[in-house]
């Protein structure tokens, strides 16, 4: 029975095309790890505290630019159609947006540093967030064409590029403007390419009046909630920097932090990128096909989950040695506690958040996201004063724990 849930969930999996999906966003993870540490030896430990700050605030401010319609392009165009009409009509909407969302990052800025000084230094990070998102909607708009094949090739050319770009532009500027600059440079070519590789001129035309050029109220509803869904869920992983930086801890001590919390996030990759390659077969899935796919999801990664746990546990202090020249005995422990992160995320909480996204049930994730986001936001400022940046690794990992199963029990009373 086992066996047979085994082979039917990767059986689907590659005739749909996830290997391609897969094993793009496989070498995309590889290689954004090597830019990594290739940033971490390039910048001062000074530098790479405050680029965690500026990257975790930026993570929370992501699913707000363009109110989310990224995932209304992924969702609607799977289960509608029109989706060259509605990507144009998203991309659009979300070009309205940016003066809200730009004084919204310019108060969340000046709340964490104090001021935001350095406006020019904001002014490349928010360029950046906007350009990602615009790359998102276009690589969301090729899955809901079923067109895994341009979504994996898109999904590999960005870190390529960013690997390339960013180490030459960090030798001219060593600094955080600087590692900015080479995102936006790989993204702009990233984008320039694509048109030029995926599309032509007849296929770029269409015809959307002046009148119609907004997307539909239910497509800005939908990806408002899901993107507050993303937000509250965000803020779950990043508020733990987020009261760091509020509270004043060293940015020494931050980036050790932030050097934990990246090894953490990029072992995420495999449940992430099973849920992106599949997000739209998910949402055709009748309630039992649902929960056949989740079991088979569950064996599938629980292996992998495993070893990443023992690996973690006995080989904490050299991974931080070798990688990233780091030698700290609080960023051992962090590390450590957020294993407990880590199996919560693998086997509740990326699998259940998307799946409901995927069935409609955005609003749930908004709702259980938030109430434990601020609860991750009281239990930091509780125990990062206590415990610096251990604190902070118990918090988050408790707070994903509890959220997971809130959700999990939510989702099985959605599938009886």
Known sequence: MLRSSFKTFFAGF????????????????????LVSLIVVRLLTIEDYGLL?????????????????????ILYYGAVEGDQKELFVKCVITSFLTLPITYLIS?????????????????????????????????GNYKRS?????????????????SLLLIPVVLVFEPTVNGYYWGQIYAGAITIVLSIKLFENKKTLTLDISLSNVIAQKKHIQYGVYVSLGALASQLILVSDVFMLGIMDIALEEIAVYGVCSLIFTNLLFIPGVIMTSDFVHLAKLSKSETISYYKGYLLSVTPILVFSILAIAFFSEEMLTFLFGYDS??????????????????LLRVPIGNILNAKGY??????????????NLALNYYLIPKLGIVGASISTSAVILFSSLVSFFVLMRKLK
Do not use: D, M, W
Not at 22 to 29: A, M, Q
Not at 115 to 136: D, E, K, M, R
């Open 14 to 33: 590659f005739s749909r095309g996830g290997h391609l999906i897969f094993s793009s966003s496989l070498c995309g993870k590889v290689i954004g790890f």
């Open 106 to 138: 310019f108060y969340i800025i000046a709340l964490v540093q104090g001021s935001p000084s350095n406006t020019h230094l904001l002014n490349v990070a928010f360029g950046y967030c906007f350009l990602f998102f615009i790359v998102n909607c276009y």
């Open 52 to 72: 965690t700050l500026y990257k975790n605030i930026f993570v929370i401010l992501t699913p707000i630019v363009g109110l989310g319609l990224n995932h209304a």
């Open 362 to 375: 955005a609003t749930v994730n908004v709702i259980v996201s938030i109430v434990f986001g601020i609860g």
């Open 145 to 161: 064409c079923g067109e895994n094949k341009a979504y994996a090739l898109l999904s590999i050319a960005f870190p390529i590029l």
């Open 329 to 346: 005995q609080s960023g051992s422990v962090s590390l450590k506690v957020l294993t407990i992160a880590l199996a919560s995320s693998y």
